[in-house]
C-alpha cells in the first residue's frame, strides 16, 4: 500500500448525514472495471425507490486500452434527487475511483468536501506511475486536500469474501459490486432490490450470482462496520403520477416509439441497418422483439442497409434503418432515392464526434447540416431532433407518423449523450398517441390513379402497395412525369416536380405542434436550443430566471419544416442567443429561413455535456449586454 494510504484513520464518531435535494454519483474505473453495469443498478435502483434520474455513461474513446492508463478510462456518472433532475450535473458529490487513473481523469468533477471511494489495492507505486503521478500522494499532488476520503482495500476483501468459491480472477472482477455495496450504504439504500437486478442478470450462473450477493453485502458491511467520518445522504422522494415507471436509455426509448408507431398504423415494422457507435443498440433491441412480428435484417454495409429499408417501406412497411453521422454520409444517395420516390422511411442518426470517424463514444451536434442538405440535387427531407432520453420515445413516434402520413424520408437526430444516458421513464398509454393514417389509395381511384396523384391539401400522393390489384406501377431513382409517373427529362416538369416535392415538406408545418415558449413572457432576451441539450440549457435558464433577470426559452424538437409560429417568436426578442454544440449550424439554417433574424451564439465543441455553470455565466453575460 502507498505510504500515504498507510496514515488515513478512520475515526470512530457520529455519522454526518446530509439530507439533499438531489446528488451526483460517478463510478470510474478501467474500461473492464464494471463501471456501466453498477452505475445501471445505482440508478435502477433510485428509479425504483421514486427518484428522478438522468445518467451519463462516458465510454472511453480506445477499446481495451492498456490497464491502468489515463486513455481507458470508464465512466458512469448520475444525477439522483427528489425533483426537477435534467442533467447528469456538473461536478460529483460522490466519486468511486477504482484506480489512479480513474481519480486525474474525473478530479477536475469533483465538488469540494466530495466523497471519494478507492481501492487502495489499486493505488501502488506501480499503479501511480501508470497514471503519470510524480508522488506517492496523489490527492495532495491534484490539490484535493478538502475532500473526504474512504480508503479501502477492496480487492484484497473481495478475495477474503470468495476464497473457495471463485478464483482470484473472478474475485478482482467483483470489486465492482463491492463498491456498489458501500455507496449503497453511503445513501442508506436497502439491498434487495440489488439483490433482484443480480439475480435477474446472473441466474444463470449461480456461482457468480453467490459471489456478487456477497460481495455487495460485504461492501455495505464495510460502511457500517469501519465509522467512516464521512457524509452519508438521505434523498427524499416525491409522489409521481400512478403507472408503471423504468428506467430507459434513449436508443430504448426510440426502439419503442417506432414499436408503438407500428402498432398505431397497423403496419409491420422492419429495420435495415449495420452496426455503428453509438447506435447499434437499436438494431439488437429490436432484433430482441421477434415476437412483435418485427423483422430486423443486419446488412453487410450501410448502403445495403438503407436499401433494404427503402424495398420494405415499397412493400408495405414501416420502415427505418439506424446509424451515425460517418453511416448517414454513406445513405445519402439513397436517401435522394427515397425522396424522388416519395415513400417513408426512418432515418436515425445518433450523433458522435466528426470529423471522419472521430470519435466513437463521444457526442456532438454537429450532423444537422448532414441531414438537412446533405444529399445531391433538391432533395429535402423532415428533421426532428429528440430532446432527452425519455423524449426518444415522442420523437421516434412522430418521426414515423410524419413519415407515413406524408410519405417521405424523415432524418431523426438524437445523439450518444442522450442515447446511452437513461431517465425514469412513465410507461405511456398508447391510447393516449393520434392514430396514424397512411394514404393509401382507395378502390374508388383505380381508373384515374396514378402514381404521383396527390392530394390537394398536403400534396402527398396517394400510396399504392405492390399486390392491390389494379394498381400495378413503378417508381425509381429517375424523374417523373407530374401526371403519369413516367421518366421525364422535360424542363418545364422537372421544375414542377421539384416545386412540389418542397411544397409537401412545407405543408408538413400544418401538421405539428407550435413552438412552446418557457420562462417570463414579457423577457426581453431568449434562449433557444435544440435536441439533446434540453436539460442543461432549462436548468441554466432557470438558474438565471431565480437571480432575479427576466428570461424566455424556446428549444425546437421540429427543425425542418419549423413550427408556423417559429418565425414570430424569434423575431418577438430584442436579444437572441443560439446556444448549440457545434460552430453555430441551427443559428445558421434559422438566418436562411428568417430574413431580419441575427442571433447572438454560443458555441462548444468539445465531445462533452455543456457545464451547466458555464452556461449560467454566458447568459447572464448577455442579459447585462
Known sequence: ?????????????????????????????????????????FSNLSAELGNEIITFPDFPAEIRAPHGTLSGVSGFQMHVGSKNVLTPGDKADVLVAMN??????????????????????????????????????????????????????????????????????????????????????????????????????????????QANLLVLQAGYNYGHNIHAS???????????????????????????????????????????????????????????????????????????????????????NLAATSTSGPGLALKSEAIGLAVMAEIPLVVIDVQRSGPSTGMPTKSEQTDLFQALYGRNGESPTVVISAISPTDCFDAAFWASKIALEHLTPVVLLTDGYIANGSSAWRIPDLEEYPGITPPFVTSDQKENWTPYMRNPENDVRYWAIPGMEGFTHRIGGLEKNYNTGAISTDAANHQKMIEMRQSKINKIAHYIPR????????????????????????????????????????HFRFINPLPENAEEILLGYKKVIVIEQNRGQFAGFLRTKISGFNPYQFNRVKGQPFVVSRLVEEISALVLR
Not at 478512520?10 to 448525514?17: H, P, R
Not at 426510440?254 to 441497418?273: D, K, N, Q
Not at 418557457?518 to 432557470?542: C, I, K, R, S
Open 515 to 554: 413552438q412552446e415558449v418557457l420562462g417570463d413572457t414579457d423577457a426581453d432576451t431568449l434562449v433557444v436550443g435544440w435536441g439533446g441539450t434540453f436539460g442543461h440549457l432549462y436548468e441554466a435558464v432557470e438558474t438565471v430566471r431565480g437571480g432575479g433577470k427576466k428570461l424566455a426559452f424556446a
Open 100 to 209: 489512479p487513473a480513474a481519480l486525474k481523469v474525473n478530479a477536475q468533477f469533483l465538488k469540494p468536501d466530495s466523497v471519494v471511494i478507492i481501492d487502495s489495492d489499486s493505488f501502488l507505486k506501480a499503479d501511480l506511475e501508470k497514471a503519470d503521478f510524480k508522488t506517492d500522494n496523489p490527492f495532495k499532488e491534484l490539490g484535493l486536500n478538502a475532500v473526504q476520503t474512504v480508503a479501502a482495500p477492496i480487492t484484497q476483501i473481495c478475495k477474503d469474501c470468495l476464497e473457495g468459491l471463485v478464483d482470484n480472477k473472478q474475485a478482482f472482477k467483483s470489486r465492482n459490486i463491492f463498491s456498489l455495496g458501500l455507496v449503497c450504504w453511503l445513501f442508506n439504500r436497502p439491498l434487495h432490490i440489488v439483490e433482484k437486478l443480480l439475480t435477474g442478470k446472473f441466474k444463470d450462473k449461480p456461482d457468480i450470482l
Open 230 to 316: 464521512v457524509s452519508t445522504y438521505r434523498i427524499d422522494t416525491v409522489a409521481h403520477k400512478k403507472g408503471f415507471y423504468t428506467d430507459v436509455n434513449g436508443n430504448k426509448a426510440t426502439v419503442y416509439g417506432l414499436i408503438a408507431a407500428s402498432e398505431r398504423s397497423g403496419l409491420p415494422l422492419f429495420l435495415g441497418s449495420y452496426p455503428i457507435t453509438p447506435a447499434t443498440d437499436i438494431m439488437q433491441e429490436l432484433a430482441a422483439r421477434k415476437e412483435l412480428g418485427i423483422k430486423v435484417m443486419q446488412t453487410e454495409d450501410e448502403i445495403a442497409g438503407i436499401c433494404t429499408a427503402i424495398g420494405a417501406s415499397f412493400a408495405g
Open 1 to 41: 500500500m502507498s505510504p500515504f494510504f498507510k496514515v488515513i484513520v478512520f475515526m470512530s464518531e457520529e455519522i454526518k448525514v446530509k439530507e439533499k435535494e438531489s446528488v451526483v454519483v460517478r463510478f470510474s474505473g478501467d474500461s473492464g472495471d464494471g463501471m456501466q453495469l453498477v452505475g445501471t443498478m
